[in-house]
C-alpha cells in the first residue's frame, strides 16, 4: 500500500516524521530516499520527536550511525551516502541493528539494496517545484 503526503514546508515535514514516530514499532526498518536538501534528516528530526527523544537529530554523513536512545525506543540512524559497497556496511554491524530492539533509519537507502529487509518501510521525499521551493511529496510504501 503507497500512501502520499504533501508538505508545504520543513515544518510539514518534521510534522510527518513525528506522526511516524509516534506509531513505531520495535524492529521497524524505514529506508529514505531524496536528492540532496529533500527532507530526509528533517523528517527523521520529526521522527525521533515523536518516539519522544529530545536528542538534537543531525545527519551522520560521516560517521556513518547516530544512535539515539532517550525516547521510547532507540533510533539507529543511518547515512549511507559516502558508503562504497555494501560489505563496508557489514563491517560496521549493520544487520544487528537491524535485529535490535528499536527503530533503523537509513537515509540513501537505495544505494545499499542487498542489505534491506523485505519488510522495510520506503520513504521517498521529492521537491514539488511548482508549488513552491519547500514543497515536498512523501510517498511511503512497503518494499515487498
Not at 77 to 87: G, K, N, P, T
Not at 88 to 101: H, K, P, Q
Not at 102 to 117: D, K, N, R, S, Y
Request: net charge negative.
Amino acid at each position: 500500500m503507497t500512501k502520499k503526503f504533501y508538505s508545504a514546508s520543513s515544518a510539514d515535514t518534521f510534522n510527518i516524521g513525528a506522526g511516524f514516530g509516534e506509531s513505531a514499532t520495535p524492529g521497524t526498518v524505514l529506508c529514505l530516499d531524496g536528492d540532496l536538501g529533500a527532507g530526509k534528516t528533517v523528517f527523521t528530526k520529526g521522527f525521533a520527536k515523536g518516539l519522544g527523544s529530545q536528542a538534537l537529530v543531525t545527519s551522520p554523513t560521516y560517521t556513518l550511525m547516530h544512535i539515539y536512545d532517550d525516547g521510547r525506543l532507540p533510533i539507529y540512524h543511518f547515512d549511507v551516502y559516502r558508503i562504497d559497497d555494501e560489505d563496508e556496511m557489514a563491517e560496521i554491524g549493520f544487520e544487528e541493528y537491524l535485529r535490535g530492539d528499536g527503530v533503523t533509519i537509513v537515509e540513501w537507502a537505495a544505494l545499499v539494496p542487498g542489505l534491506i529487509p523485505d519488510d522495510a518501510i520506503k520513504v521517498t521525499i521529492s521537491r514539488d517545484d511548482q508549488n513552491g521551493p519547500d514543497a515536498r511529496i512523501i510517498t511511503v510504501d512497503s518494499l515487498n
